[in-house]
């Protein structure tokens, strides 16, 4: 029977994540460890909420004595626990560091000091920077983050790699391209185009929509971060890419089309200050412990948007609790 704690797992990976763990492993037992920001809510995980083998503690990253008691006794850690998004870390970095980097250092140490067997670090692709030409980044390769968010994130990344060189802490590090699926918290691309789009309000892209995502479906991800949890070597970053680049004009297009509506719909706004064009990140490594992403583009950004549409109490509920943010950050932008 194996014990995990899964850090962020009432947030959109997180809640995912635990699913997929519960489905797979009929013996695991599962402890969520969440601070229930305004990004994370015991009602992504309802419908497994009842279910024995798991646990929610409501807690913060910052605080060494409510972890030590939630890992003790853990086998294994996911360390998820973030503020996430890149517009929010822009208006306010503090948070943002404090929550990615101070706290991920708590999660780490308390790790090391209950003797956990593995732990896996979600960092992103974001740490790598921005990539200018066709050649994709390897894990040896320099970070070079560029935003408060993912400097906060790359910071992690090298504490972790850092205790396993200092105290042999067996971390793995996963660097996942962007994520989309169900229970994504409607301040990222395609939930707030969604949402947008069934209420027939305008599509903000930012600059003139050009940049490039590379989507990986969250089922896609979660998958890689338990294969890496069972088969990645410690101590080492793997890449995880979507290997699915699309525009982010093309993106509100496709969701406009899906939900019937009209491009006129779509305005350009101002720019995010440091915005970075594209990622690009190579996966052979990841590939050559027979992973790959495999959810189909076109099925899952329907599936998806389905989802939202088939969710719309959850949908609106969750653009509410985001709305002073939103409110604040688009009138700037007009
Ligand atoms: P999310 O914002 O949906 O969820 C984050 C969760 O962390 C929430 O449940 C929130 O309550 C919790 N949390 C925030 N601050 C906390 C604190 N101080 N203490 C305890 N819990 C706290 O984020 P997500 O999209 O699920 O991302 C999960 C992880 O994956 C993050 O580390 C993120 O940096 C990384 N990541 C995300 C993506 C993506 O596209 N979503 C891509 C690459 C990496
Ligand atoms: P986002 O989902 O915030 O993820 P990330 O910043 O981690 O890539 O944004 C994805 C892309 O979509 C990014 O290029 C910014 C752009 N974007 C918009 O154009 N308009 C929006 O309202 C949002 C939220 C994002």
Known sequence: MRRYVVTGGCGF????????????????????????TYAGDLRNLADVVEDVRLEVVQGDVNDPQALAQTLYGADAVYHLAAESHNDRAVLDPWTTWHTNADGA??????????????????????????????????????LN???????????????????HVAYGLP?????????????????????????????????????????????????DCCRGLRLLMEKGKVGEAYNLPGENEHQNIEVARAVLEELGKPESLIRFVQDRPGHDTRYLVDGARIH?????????????????IRWYCDNRDWLDYMVQKGKDFADRWYADRQ
């Open 13 to 36: 990976i997180g809640c995912n994540l635990v699913r997929l763990l519960l489905a797979e492993e009929p013996e695991c037992r599962v402890r969520v460890y969440d601070a229930l």
């Open 105 to 142: 250092l708590r999660v780490l140490l308390a790790a090391r000091d209950a003797d956990v067997e593995r732990v896996l670090y979600v960092s992103t692709d974001e740490v790598y920077g921005e990539s200018v030409d066709e050649r994709a980044f390897k894990e040896s390769d320099p």
């Open 145 to 163: 983050p560029r935003g408060p968010y993912p400097a906060s994130k790359a910071a992690a990344d090298r504490l972790a790699y850092a205790l």
């Open 171 to 219: 971390v793995i590090i996963a660097r996942p391209t962007n994520n989309y699926g169900p229970y994504q918290f409607p301040e990222k691309l395609i939930p707030v185009m969604v949402h947008r789009a069934l209420h027939d309000q305008p599509l903000p892209l930012y600059g003139r929509g050009q940049q490039v995502r590379d989507f990986l479906h969250v089922e």
């Open 288 to 304: 050559a412990l027979g992973w790959l992403a495999t959810v189909p583009w076109e099925e899952g950004l329907r599936t998806t």
